[in-house]
């Protein structure tokens, strides 16, 4: 059986200011709301070494962390209307957009990409909002994206250059990593699968306990034992070279016990159908918020 890979070293913020993916930024790089989401790209962009000096952040109730990177050089809250950005990374909630956004028009006024983290904000939402031309990418990360490992998926409109592209990718990718689709559309789907995925793979951890209870293990060691298993199997995904398919059958002896487990899990009313059932919801309903 191939071996897994090594797990890489983390970034770390040590990285040399300038140096990295995000170096030569000529223009500031414009950060709208540093909640939880706007939180991990900034510490993606320091760890991945971009000057702090470089990064603009508006944000009405900054977290202890950002004030703190203010006293390094971050820009909090300055006057937007001198601001030049190369880039705006728009984490704000999706349902104060229609009230936040206006006022920041300008800054899509010099030729930077518009980049959107809003769940359920289209592309045409961007270019109402901030005119016609603008250059926008409507993009859809995961919560892992808080410990570097998180999913995006984007999308450009037609006014985005290739430098523009290059340059969303490397701001988004201090988060994890990052894929491309064509098609607008597809980003319900995204939404549906990866967006949403987390909270399908934590609910697998408590329904796993729940069952172990109802086999008579204790409470507790039943949670440490769904928590450390879910975690692991996550983990040996991400190392492996193999897809998870063969994963599975490596794990699965015929006529065993995992066997036997599978055959409920595998059968036509079985898991398979329920996802799909549950990703066409999350799907229809992601499409609903979006008008």
Known sequence: MPQPKSDPKPKTRAAA????PLAGLKGPIVLVGAGKMGGALLDGWLRLGLDPRKIVVLEPHPSADVAAQ????????????????EAVVLAVKP???????PPLAPLAGHGGVMISIMAGRTLGFLTQVFGPGTAAVRAMPNTPAAIGRGMTVAVA???VTAAGRTLAQNLLGATGKVDWVAEEDLIDAVTAVSG??????FLLAESLARAGVAAGLPPDLARKIARETVAGAGEL?????LDAA????????PGGTTAAALDVLMAADGLDPLLEKAIAAATKRSRELAG
Request: charged share 15%; proline share 12%; glycine share 10%.
């Open 17 to 20: 200011a300038g140096a990295g």
């Open 95 to 101: 349902q104060t957009a229609p009230e936040a956004l």
């Open 70 to 85: 203010a006293i390094a050089g971050l820009r909090l809250n300055p006057d937007p209307a001198g601001l030049k950005p």
């Open 246 to 253: 063969t994963l599975r059958k490596n794990v699965t002896s």
């Open 237 to 241: 995904l991400y190392r492996s070279p």
């Open 196 to 201: 949403s995925g987390p909270a399908y793979v």
């Open 157 to 159: 409109n037609a006014a």
